[in-house]
């Protein structure tokens, strides 16, 4: 079994944002912690995340059901904690992007802050992932993410496409307190 400790290593080491899969990684020592609800498409409960400060960045612990199963989806940050289903989560804004750079691990000038690795989506239609975001910090300063939302979208994250990785339709939204 692979520790935290080894994570907050290659995640320092590569000042990148990385997932790990959920039997992967020890519990790791906080010293902030959130949660966020996720509301579906509809307006449905569709699960939960836990949040927490760990020395390689905020580790999110996510569990959402009512996804299309077995396919990959993008995950990210997103801009504004309002998290309106009728608006097809639109309310919500862009990727969050503090540091003003283009989308995508792929670009230049990339990624945003908000950018995380795609997750894949189980055959019961339930994401359960572990994702380590070392750009971010579990507060409300200028790279805080509390009173953010996180974001799953219907499609992967291409991690070109500008200004949002041709992600497509907004499927789960949950507001970080």
Same mark, same amino acid.
């Not at 990385?18 to 579906?40: E, R």
């Not at 390689?56 to 801009?79: D, M, T």
């Not at 499927?171 to 970080?176: D, H, K, N, S, T």
């Given at each position: 079994?692979?520790?935290?400790?080894?994570? %907050?290593?290659?995640?320092?080491?590569?000042?990148? /944002?990385?997932?790990?899969?959920?039997? *992967?990684?020890?519990?790791? !020592?906080? !010293?902030?912690?959130?949660?966020?609800?996720?509301?579906?498409?509809?307006?449905?409960?569709?699960?939960?995340? +836990?949040? @927490? /400060?760990?020395? %390689?960045?905020?580790?999110?612990?996510?569990?959402?059901?009512?996804?299309?199963? @077995? *396919?990959?989806?993008?995950?990210?940050?997103?801009?504004?904690? /309002?998290?309106?289903?009728?608006?097809?989560?639109? @309310?919500?804004?862009?990727?969050?992007?503090?540091?003003?750079?283009?989308?995508? &691990?792929?670009?230049?000038?990339?990624?945003?802050?908000?950018?995380?690795?795609?997750? &894949?989506?189980?055959? +019961?239609?339930?994401?359960?992932? *572990?994702?380590?975001?070392?750009?971010? !910090? #579990?507060?409300?300063?200028?790279?805080?993410?509390?009173?953010?939302?996180?974001?799953?979208?219907?499609?992967? +994250?291409? &991690?070109? /496409? *500008?200004? @949002?990785?041709?992600?497509?339709?907004? #499927?789960?939204?949950?507001?970080?307190?």
């Amino acid at each position: 079994m692979k520790t935290i400790a080894t994570f %907050a290593a290659i995640a320092l080491a590569s000042s990148a /944002t990385f997932a790990v899969a959920a039997d *992967q990684v020890a519990p790791a !020592t906080t !010293t902030g912690t959130g949660t966020a609800k996720f509301v579906g498409a509809k307006g449905e409960d569709a699960g939960k995340a +836990d949040l @927490s /400060t760990t020395p %390689a960045g905020v580790l999110i612990n996510v569990e959402i059901k009512g996804l299309p199963a @077995s *396919q990959w989806v993008a995950f990210h940050v997103h801009e504004t904690g /309002t998290c309106d289903a009728a608006s097809h989560h639109e @309310s919500a804004g862009g990727h969050f992007n503090p540091d003003g750079k283009e989308h995508g &691990y792929e670009a230049a000038n990339g990624p945003h802050a908000g950018d995380m690795p795609n997750q &894949y989506v189980g055959a +019961d239609g339930v994401l359960r992932a *572990q994702v380590i975001n070392d750009a971010v !910090t #579990l507060d409300k300063g200028e790279a805080g993410i509390v009173g953010r939302a996180l974001m799953v979208h219907a499609k992967p +994250d291409d &991690y070109k /496409t *500008q200004p @949002s990785g041709a992600a497509g339709d907004r #499927l789960a939204c949950g507001v970080i307190e």
